[in-house]
C-alpha cells in the first residue's frame, strides 16, 4: 500500500513570533522552523502501518518555499521512502482552498490507498485542508482521529476519534482521507542511520503545470496581522472574605464583563 502524509514547515512552537516590517507576515529572521507536530503523528502512523503490513510506501509531501525541503528530509529521516514539494511561485500566499486544489491532484496522480494529514498546521490552526482535500477527490473523510487499523486485504480502514464518554469508531473504505490527533501514537526520533539516509533519498519538485493545474487566486488572503495587546496587571482585592468575594463578582460582571 502506498501512503501519501502531508506536511507543513511551522515555526518552533518556542518562537516569539514577531509582525514583519510588512504588516501581512511574520518576520522570519531567527526562526527555527520544525514539522507541525500534528504532521509528525501523522507521519508516524503511516510509517507503522508500513511495518505492520511488512511492504508498502510512505512518501511526505510538502507545499511551500526551498525551507520546506528541511521537514521533507526530517520525514525521510523518520523513515519515510521518499518525498515530493510542490514548489511554485503560483503558489506563494496560496490559502487552504488552492493548497487543497494542488494536493488533490497530486492526490490523482500517484494513485495512494491512503492520505494522512495532521488535523491542524499550529501556524495558522485552519484544520481545513484534509477535508477540502477530500472533497475535491469525493473521497471519504475522517478528522481527528485516536485510533487507526488498515484491514488485511487493504480494503478500508477502521478509525477512531474521542468523543464525550468514549470513541467514535467508523470503516471508512479506501482509497480515504484521514487527519491525525495527538494521542494516535507517539512520533519516533530519527536515528543517526535515518539521518544520514535521507540524504541520499529522493525529493521530487514538482510544479503547478506538472499536475496539469491552473492556479487561481487564492479566495482568503491576509490583510494584516496585529499582536495581541497588552496583559493588564493583575488585580488583588483586599479585606475579608464576604466582602472581597461581593467586590469580586462586582467586578467580573461590571468591570471586565465576564458574567
Not at 497530486?106 to 488535523?119: C, S, T
Not at 473521497?139 to 487499523?149: D, F, R
Request: aromatic content about 4%; charged content about 25%; proline content about 6%.
Amino acid at each position: 500500500m502506498k501512503i501519501l502524509v502531508m506536511v507543513k514547515q511551522v515555526p518552533d512552537t518556542a518562537t516569539q513570533v514577531k509582525i514583519s516590517a510588512d504588516p501581512k507576515a511574520i518576520e522570519t529572521t531567527g526562526i527555527t522552523w520544525i514539522v507541525s507536530p500534528y504532521d509528525e503523528f501523522a507521519v508516524e502512523e503511516a510509517l507503522r502501518i508500513k511495518e505492520k503490513r511488512a511492504q508498502g510506501e510512505v512518501v511526505a509531501v510538502s507545499l511551500g518555499p526551498d525551507r520546506a525541503k528541511e521537514a521533507l528530509r526530517s520525514c525521510l529521516a523518520m523513515g519515510a521512502d521518499r518525498a515530493i514539494h510542490l514548489l511554485d511561485t503560483a503558489w506563494t500566499g496560496a490559502d487552504t482552498l488552492t493548497t487543497a486544489r494542488a494536493l488533490a491532484a497530486l492526490l490523482k496522480q500517484e494513485a495512494p490507498g491512503l492520505a494522512i494529514f495532521g488535523r491542524q498546521a499550529i501556524d495558522d490552526d485552519m484544520g481545513a485542508v484534509a477535508a477540502q482535500t477530500a472533497e475535491l477527490l469525493g473521497w471519504p473523510c475522517a478528522s481527528w482521529i485516536m485510533e487507526g487499523a488498515v484491514d488485511a486485504g487493504g480494503s478500508s480502514v477502521r478509525v477512531a476519534r474521542q468523543v464525550e464518554g468514549g470513541l467514535e469508531v467508523f470503516d471508512l473504505p479506501l482509497p480515504a482521507v484521514v487527519s491525525a490527533q495527538k494521542g494516535l501514537n507517539e512520533p519516533r526520533y530519527p536515528t543517526l542511520k535515518g539521518i544520514m539516509g535521507a540524504k541520499k533519498k529522493e525529493i521530487k519538485d514538482v510544479k503547478a503545470a506538472d499536475l496539469g493545474i491552473a492556479v487561481e487566486p487564492p479566495a482568503l488572503t491576509v490583510v494584516t496581522l496585529e499582536p495581541l495587546p497588552a496583559r493588564p496587571p493583575g488585580r488583588i482585592i483586599q479585606g475579608e472574605a464576604a466582602d472581597a468575594a461581593k467586590e469580586l463578582v462586582r467586578a467580573l460582571r461590571e468591570d471586565a464583563k465576564a458574567i
